[in-house]
């Protein structure tokens, strides 16, 4: 194999792994939007995900056109998400950060059940966001959904980024991830402000999880621990508290894993991703973009 053809094969394992990384960035903001203020690892996020990726499949057999399936398949994400903040996760909120976790990994399994006894225990086959048409520049071959998925999860990043940075709910939402108490004190209404971080964190799980399982044309009902974790893992290479962080995390585990598979083995993919965190959070142990919590005395 030449210089040229290395070349081309090097472009597009990036290519497939911006594809991926854009799949897990866009669930690892819904995950980093919970974990960034209440600092809980969410293990339901992946099943909450699942769950509304199905839903928007149920909706695509009804003939539904796909946007209307992705506004109603989110909002139902959204609505779980706040349904689960309130009834289960608030009544612990103030309790040792155990009971939380313990919760999370209840609410998962309650969902994950859910999903099995509603859809049943075999992967079934998804719908296609666009078409899978292949068109070339010169000798580079892209592949159109490969550019759907990055131009959905970019999209979707800037519009997160605008309700967070131009708006009043994303301005108090700032204040509370820096200090939920204070933020109490100065009259933001807290306990408002917090269902609909769980609601967009779900609305943007769904997302990540419509385009993952159209992606490979596959969904079953235990796909969510493996969503979990790999939000969990970009959100820790962005850092805490940094959306962009998190975004960008997802993008350079996506990278690892595609350039892993097709240089060292695809046996190999996912601990190169995560060697490849574990090496970066050994020099940056708040990640790329994260910053230690002060405490101000």
């Known amino acids: 194999m030449n210089i040229e053809s290395e070349f081309i094969y090097f472009f597009q394992q990036v290519l497939n792994g911006l594809s991926v990384g854009s799949m897990?960035?866009?669930?690892a903001v819904g995950y980093s939007a919970v974990y960034s203020i209440l600092?809980?690892?969410?293990?339901?996020?992946?099943?909450?995900?699942?769950?509304?990726?199905?839903?928007?499949?149920?909706?695509y057999k009804t003939g539904l056109p796909l946007p209307l399936?992705?506004?109603f398949s989110c909002a139902a994400g959204a609505l779980l998400g706040m349904l689960i903040e309130r009834t289960v996760y608030r009544p612990v909120r103030s309790a040792h950060r155990i009971v939380p976790m313990i919760t999370a990994l209840g609410v998962a399994q309650i969902l994950r059940t859910i999903t099995q006894v509603t859809w049943g225990t075999e992967t079934l086959p998804y719908f296609p966001l666009g078409s899978k048409s292949t068109f070339y520049i010169g000798q580079f071959r892209f592949f159109s959904q490969q550019i759907l998925v990055m131009s959905i999860s970019l999209f979707s990043m800037l519009l997160f980024t605008f309700l967070i940075?131009?708006?009043?709910?994303?301005?108090?939402?700032q204040c509370i991830m820096q200090n939920i108490d204070l933020s109490r004190a100065v009259g933001?209404?807290?306990d408002g402000i917090i269902p609909f971080i769980y609601a967009i964190g779900g609305a943007m799980g769904v997302i990540g999880g419509?385009?993952?399982?159209?992606?490979?044309?596959?969904?079953?009902?235990?796909?969510g621990m493996i969503g979990t974790m790999k939000a969990w893992a970009a959100a820790m290479l962005g850092g805490v508290g940094s959306f962009h962080g998190a975004f960008l995390g997802g993008i350079i585990l996506g990278l690892g894993e595609s350039l892993a598979s097709a240089y060292i083995g695809n046996a190999y993919r996912d601990a190169f991703g995560y060697i490849l965190i574990a090496f970066i959070l050994l020099y940056r142990p708040y990640g790329l973009f994260g910053k230690p919590k002060v405490e101000k005395v």
């Open 39 to 59: 600092y809980m690892i969410n293990f339901a996020h992946g099943d909450l995900y699942v769950f509304g990726s199905f839903i928007a499949l149920a909706i």
């Open 210 to 223: 419509i385009i993952y399982a159209s992606y490979y044309n596959a969904i079953s009902f235990d796909m």
């Open 188 to 190: 933001i209404e807290v």
């Open 24 to 27: 897990y960035a866009i669930i």
């Open 165 to 173: 940075r131009k708006t009043k709910f994303g301005k108090a939402t």
């Open 69 to 71: 399936i992705i506004i």
